[in-house]
């Protein structure tokens, strides 16, 4: 039995198709420092820090990508590590936090951190 050729079927041709790369932003909504601030933790690491820390809390302002970082012994003190970020950046710059941008973590998704807010 011989088999031709007729083309490719409607799925492997849209399986051959090219994606577009995504096209970063030129400029930023964000028009102020602290007005958004994205928030990750990771964590616990097999090589603990210098005060036998195994969790990483990284806080970075959109606007001028200054990055916070803190180490905490565990997922239960990141509430209050936040909380107290971000009344000290206020404090100290007399400017208020508008959004925190997080992965909806349960480290951050918790009443401590939603009564601050």
């Not at 590590?81 to 100290?92: G, R, S």
């Not at 400017?95 to 997080?102: A, D, G, S």
Request: aromatic share 10%.
């Amino acid at each position: 039995m011989e088999f031709a050729s007729q083309g490719l079927c409607s799925a492997c041709q849209h399986g051959k198709f090219k994606k577009s790369s995504f096209h970063s932003k030129v400029t930023s909504a964000v028009k102020e420092p602290l007005s958004l601030l994205h928030m990750d933790l990771f964590g616990p690491v097999n090589v603990m820090s210098v005060p036998k820390k195994r969790y990483c809390l990284v806080i970075v302002d959109e606007f001028s990508r200054y990055t916070w970082v803190y180490f905490e012994h565990a997922k239960s003190e990141v509430a209050l590590q936040i909380i107290n970020h971000v009344k000290k950046v206020e404090n100290e710059s007399s400017v208020k936090v508008r959004v925190l941008r997080t992965d909806n973590g349960t480290e951050f998704r918790n009443s401590i951190v939603r009564g601050f807010l």
